[in-house]
């Protein structure tokens, strides 16, 4: 049985297709609505001529044109309280719609997709990054505004890259070959999110309602007084549309830097703006690494994964040395060389670097359920 996995992110697809349980083909389109797109696969970049996701689906489905497809799944990113994975029929596309606005750099390319491979007519499954932070208590996903609208609109804190927390969770118990461990796991890629996980399960996140919140990202934000986009309303004279392009697509590294999102970019670049978004983007991980040891009263392990957390050494290297008061000791050599543990072996604090396979985890979750 072959089973396609879709990962779609604000601006990528990773596709892969397993063959009784294990990796048979796989790939990954980058730069989708930007400049200059391209494939990923075997280590080999080729650019393609792509627009946007139909594109990329197309590009991906004529590559796997001789092979039979029987399940296809799909990682969603905005599922509201579905807890499960879904078979993708009406009722569910009906549900997801309506909560797509809450994370609409994700949730509409996925959506798109999804009515895009119906014409292969097998079997859709979804998997939801909102599943895993399910385990937040009240007092961790309850935000201090009126209760009654709460509970009436959904709003609480639902937390995002859950099967990449997830993986990197799993992993770092197999490799330290623990179970109860207080991690603190940081996804850190175009989109940015720390997890405080204790024994397996989430207990606090940095992304919320929606993945605009909590730390510094590509294009987004994160945590900001909520009196500022009312001011700039007003005083810009814009509207709600062009502010929530504004907070999403306009802001984080590229709104401070004013030239990229892309922290190679910045790195080389060296200018006075480029530094001070790598600065501030480090500060606020800082930030959240301090308010989760108090949570998990403790830690055991630090995670990183994604894009910036598997591959940019000089950043880690900037979070990790803030860090010396927790006895944190990184070797800085296996640091250049992202090797999968970067701290030396009398550091009170592990550090390890997963390269994440949310591909896997939806794998073994649609599995569970066919």
Same mark, same amino acid.
């Given at each position: ?99 797509? *606005? ?35 208590? *009240? ?51 175009? $989109? ?7 024994? $397996? ?50 802001? $984080?590294?590229?709104?401070?830097? $004013? ?50 957390? *598997? ?46 396979? *949310? ?12």
């Amino acid at each position: 049985m072959n089973i396609l996995i879709l990962n779609v992110g604000s601006s990528s697809i990773k596709y892969v297709v397993f063959k009784n349980k294990s990796e048979f083909l796989k790939g990954k389109i980058e730069r989708i609505g930007l400049k200059n797109p391209y494939l990923r696969e075997n280590n080999r970049i080729t650019r393609i001529n792509v627009r946007n996701f139909s594109d990329a689906l197309n590009f991906i489905l004529k590559k796997l044109k001789d092979v039979k497809i029987n399940i296809i799944g799909h990682r969603i990113v905005h599922g509201g309280d579905i807890k499960k994975v879904s078979l993708v029929n009406d009722k569910l596309l009906k549900k997801l719609k309506k909560v797509a *606005e809450l994370a609409p750099l994700h949730d509409y390319p996925e959506l798109k997709v999804i009515e895009s491979c119906k014409k292969l007519k097998v079997k859709q499954y979804a998997v939801f990054d909102t599943s895993f932070h399910q385990t937040l208590k *009240e007092d961790a996903y309850t935000y201090a505004l009126p209760y009654q609208l709460c509970k009436k609109y959904g709003i609480r804190r639902y937390g995002f890259h859950g099967e990449s927390h997830n993986y990197m969770s799993k992993e770092a118990s197999r490799i330290l070959k623990r179970k109860n461990l207080k991690l603190i796991t940081l996804h850190l890629g175009n $989109g940015c999110s720390v997890c405080a996980i204790n024994n $397996g399960k989430s207990v606090d996140t940095s992304m919320g309602f929606t993945p605009l919140e909590g730390l510094v990202m590509g294009t987004r934000c994160g945590n900001i007084d909520p009196s500022i986009p009312f001011f700039l309303i007003k005083h810009e004279k814009i509207g709600l549309k062009e502010m929530g392009n504004i907070l999403n697509k306009k802001s $984080g590294l590229l709104g401070i830097s $004013g030239v990229s999102r892309n922290i190679k970019d910045l790195e080389k670049l060296k200018d006075k703006k480029s530094k001070l978004a790598i600065d501030v983007f480090v500060y606020n991980i800082l930030k959240y690494i301090g308010a989760y040891y108090v949570v998990l009263n403790g830690l055991d392990a630090l995670v990183f994964a994604g894009g910036i957390g *598997e591959n940019e050494h000089l950043i880690r290297k900037k979070v990790l040395d803030k860090l010396k008061f927790l006895k944190v000791k990184i070797d800085q050599n296996l640091n250049k060389e992202n090797n999968l543990i970067i701290s030396k072996k009398n550091s009170k604090v592990k550090v390890l670097i997963v390269k994440t396979n *949310e591909e896997k985890i939806i794998l073994n979750k649609i599995l569970g359920v066919i």
